[in-house]
């Protein structure tokens, strides 16, 4: 019996120090990802290009994703489609990955065009490394980070 409680106590002690050993990602990190949104936003309301492609990870562009993709998608195919800002947004992040749950709005602020960003910290930058649309329904609580 003795040696029964010491077990759990060992595999108790095991849990507890393995839980303490996992650190949660710093909050400094909100305001970087939340620059490097800003600064996507400004570039895809300018339309540059060249400033998009500085703000790309090299995961996207592995993946054939380039500004003229995110341009496409923000504008529409035709190109007619109005953009004001990225907004309604909630972050989830880890220490190298984030990702951004938003809306491409207009300036009437409507919430029918959802977009989906991640983001990866590569260079001491967080860089995108990755975009689609996603349902209303889904739920960044249960999606991942990518």
């Known amino acids: 019996m003795k040696s029964f409680t010491t077990l759990i ?77 990225f907004g309604n947004y909630e972050i989830a992040y880890t220490k190298d990955r984030a990702r951004i749950d938003c809306f491409v709005m207009d300036s009437t602020k409507s919430k029918n065009r959802p977009i989906v960003f991640y983001f990866r910290f590569e260079n001491k930058l967080w860089r995108l490394s990755g975009f689609a649309p996603r349902q209303l329904k889904d739920s960044t609580a249960t999606d991942s980070i990518n």
């Open 9 to 85: 106590l060992v595999f108790v002690l095991l849990i507890v120090s393995f839980g303490c050993s996992v650190k949660s990602p710093k909050r400094d990190n909100i305001p970087l990802i939340k620059k490097s949104l800003l600064k996507l936003q400004q570039a895809v309301e300018q339309k540059d290009i060249a400033a998009i492609d500085s703000l790309l990870s090299g995961k996207i562009k592995k993946e054939k994703g380039s500004a003229d993709s995110l341009l496409s998608f923000v504008y529409g195919p035709n190109g007619n489609l109005v953009f004001k800002q």
